[in-house]
């Protein structure tokens, strides 16, 4: 059975911009959940989704956003970025359950400058 | 507040040695909970999770203790391998659909 994987796996922008990354859970699993990696904050969550319903959002901006799609996969989208939105952006999938098991993809590594 | 802390954010080990990594947390309502390692440009790695109705829970070659009354949890690593270097992170989870992870631990094994 394939993992959870995220594409891309690296990518570089300029303040301003707007990026939107990719999650494509495991097979079957319909809860997705998106976390923000930093060396300072350590890892916070962003939002989850399942079913293609938000469930929970944790406390970052607006710029941050996100989607799930019939299929289950999801993107999160981060507009007017910002200089500390560098990070590895993780997402899990699981089947849904609260106490399920969240398995993640390797990342998607963000360079703002 | 809340939150899910570990005691020492570094843990150098011989190899062989057993490893004691350990978790606490605030919250009360936190009743589940779960270990998750991860390696140099990997996402994190699910190791075992136990519930709070649960004092032990043992894998392979590791076991997870709970301690509700003083909020504390700990992962033992038996006989210690150099593979098992790595950041290890506890996380917790109320009554949401989302995981709060402690600022994780590296552990270092000396061959």
């Known amino acids: 059975k394939a993992g959870v994987t995220q594409t891309p796996r690296y990518l570089i922008k300029t303040r301003g911009q707007q990026v939107t990354l990719s999650c494509s859970p495991i097979s079957g699993h319909r809860s997705v959940s998106w976390y923000q990696q930093t060396p300072g904050q350590g890892l916070q969550f962003l939002f989850e989704y399942f079913s293609e319903t938000q469930r929970n959002k944790g406390n970052f901006p607006g710029r941050f956003s996100g989607r799930q799609f019939s299929n289950s996969r999801s993107e999160m989208n981060v507009s007017t970025l910002e200089l500390g939105d560098s990070a590895l952006y993780l997402c899990?999938?699981?089947?849904?359950?609260?106490?399920?098991?969240?398995?993640f993809g390797p990342g998607t590594r963000l360079t703002v400058l | 507040g809340e939150s899910v802390g570990l005691h020492l954010p570094t843990l150098s080990v011989q190899e062989g040695d057993n490893s004691i990594i350990n978790c606490a947390y605030s919250n009360s309502a936190s009743d589940y909970f779960i270990w998750y390692k991860q390696e140099s440009g990997k996402g994190p790695q699910f190791i075992i999770d136990i519930r709070s109705n649960m004092d032990k829970r043992q894998g392979q070659r590791v076991t997870v203790l709970l301690n509700k009354t003083v909020k504390h949890l700990s992962l033992q690593i038996a006989a210690t391998q150099p593979g098992d270097s790595a950041v290890y992170f506890c996380a917790e989870s109320r009554n949401d659909y989302k995981l709060s992870f402690g600022a994780g631990t590296t552990v270092t094994v000396r061959a």
């Open positions: 899990a999938s699981s089947s849904g359950d609260r106490t399920d098991t969240q398995y």
